[in-house]
């Protein structure tokens, strides 16, 4: 009756509009209401004071402002302009620039909808100069921002191990060989299809070793910021919230470098990070309330007890579970999803006996996917908002080979789980 009544009430609340975090503080005090006997509302003050002083949280504004300098000083153009001339020569040239500056920009920013919103301002009148097909182009640029949740830093790995109380450190490292893995897959992608279509790459460019060389002095900035920001994490130096504003200075003084601080500048910046940061919070103490009501009422115990009356095997709940995040991606944003379904879903996989760090960085490549999947995929209307022209079905279309790689990436984590602990398992 819980678990129905919760989904039902759910659901409805989202069809109807009702903005997310307000969707779940409202079933948290139904569900109190109705399925406990205790007056659980009068804890709603201590959670959301205790979920919105948690010292890993401050680190959520501190990358969203990290992000916001890099974008409003000029850096991700040129770091776009220095990969073209690398990378142009090959078939579908400027598509690889798109998904490699995508996965430098993911580096720094933490952030896909800003990295889709990067890269496209950048990118997209460059496919109109060259005679690309501007749907695969489009779709190029939907897919690789969705590496910026997956490459650390990430806010979205930030809040999986905020409610699963997974270690930060060891998520950051698990992140990197699945988004490395993840952009050379993409770009192998690209690849191919342009190789069996040629009429979909546009014009390749004829670039000197010199100017080639000479560009490279563009990419530094971007290195930098990821040395500074991952560096001094492993190096003992900096906690993650700690190095999320290393990483603000060492963006800061960039941007002071390029000439792009001034008073419009810091507005910008402010308020750009302002607005996010106030969404997730929000959405994020919302959260931390109703995941105290379902444990009050004993939904997470409900659920392991009813899958294990299933008598499925581990990999066929892991599946269902998948499917699960496969559909509910089709209908929930993204940072939703990750807030309603986490605490309900992990102890359940993690008790199956998988590891919680390799969980979070699975469940990261599932929100990817619905980040470019209808009818609510954020990027797809990210890339078709700066498009500004033709319609957002070329931009689902372009997105489709690209939806695929993230399935066969999804088979790889599971065949090869060593993927993403690798590096992880030799810290805390």
Not at 87 to 92: A, E, F, I, N, Y
Not at 179 to 206: D, E, K, Y
Request: charged share 10%; proline share 5%.
């Amino acid at each position: 009756m819980i678990i129905w009544t919760t989904i039902v009430l759910l659901l409805a609340l989202l069809l109807f509009s009702v903005p997310v975090a307000v969707t779940l503080a409202v079933l948290a005090l139904l569900l109190g209401q109705f399925f406990t006997p205790f007056p659980v509302y009068r804890a709603i003050g201590e959670i959301s004071w205790t979920a919105s002083t948690d010292f890993i949280l401050l680190s959520i504004p501190l990358f969203v402002l990290l992000g916001e300098i890099l974008l409003r000083a000029g850096i991700a153009g040129k770091t776009y302009q220095a990969l073209d001339r690398w990378l142009s020569w090959l078939p579908g040239g400027l598509l690889h620039a798109n998904i490699g500056t995508a996965a430098m920009f993911a580096a720094t920013s933490g952030s896909s909808v800003a990295t889709a919103a990067t890269i496209s301002t950048v990118a997209l009148p460059q496919a109109r100069r060259h005679g690309y097909h501007e749907g695969l182009f489009a779709g190029s640029i939907a897919a690789g921002g969705t590496l910026g949740i997956l490459i650390p830093p990430s806010i979205n790995l930030i809040v999986y191990g905020f409610l699963t109380n997974t270690s930060i450190p060891q998520l950051f490292l698990a992140g990197i060989v699945p988004g490395i893995l993840l952009t050379l897959l993409f770009m192998l992608a690209v690849l191919v299809i342009c190789t069996l279509r040629p009429n979909l790459s546009g014009q390749r460019s004829n670039v000197s070793w010199a100017e080639r060389f000479a560009c490279l002095k563009d990419i530094i900035p971007v290195f930098t910021i990821f040395f500074v920001v991952i560096g001094s994490i492993y190096a003992g130096l900096a906690t993650p919230t700690e190095s999320a504003a290393l990483g603000v200075l060492s963006a800061l003084a960039l941007a002071g470098f390029y000439r792009a601080v001034n008073l419009k500048f810091f507005r910008d910046v402010c308020e750009g990070t302002m607005r996010t940061t106030a969404m997730i919070m929000l959405i994020l103490v919302a959260a931390s309330f109703l995941n105290f009501i379902l444990d009050a009422v004993g939904l997470a115990t409900m659920l392991t007890t009813f899958i294990n009356e299933l008598g499925l095997s581990r990999y066929n709940t892991l599946f269902m579970v998948i499917a699960l995040y496969v559909v509910l991606g089709f209908f929930v944003e993204t940072l939703s999803l990750m807030v309603i379904t986490i605490p309900i879903v992990a102890p359940v996989v993690v008790a199956l006996g998988f590891d919680p760090v390799w969980f979070g960085v699975l469940v990261i490549l599932l929100i990817e996917m619905a980040l470019i999947t209808p009818p609510v995929g954020l990027n797809l209307y990210v890339v078709q908002g700066v498009r500004g022209r033709g319609s957002i079905n070329d931009v689902i279309a372009g997105c489709i080979p690209f939806v695929l790689i993230i399935f066969v990436m999804i088979g790889l984590l599971i065949a090869f789980p060593d993927l993403a602990l690798v590096f992880s398992r030799y810290v805390n």
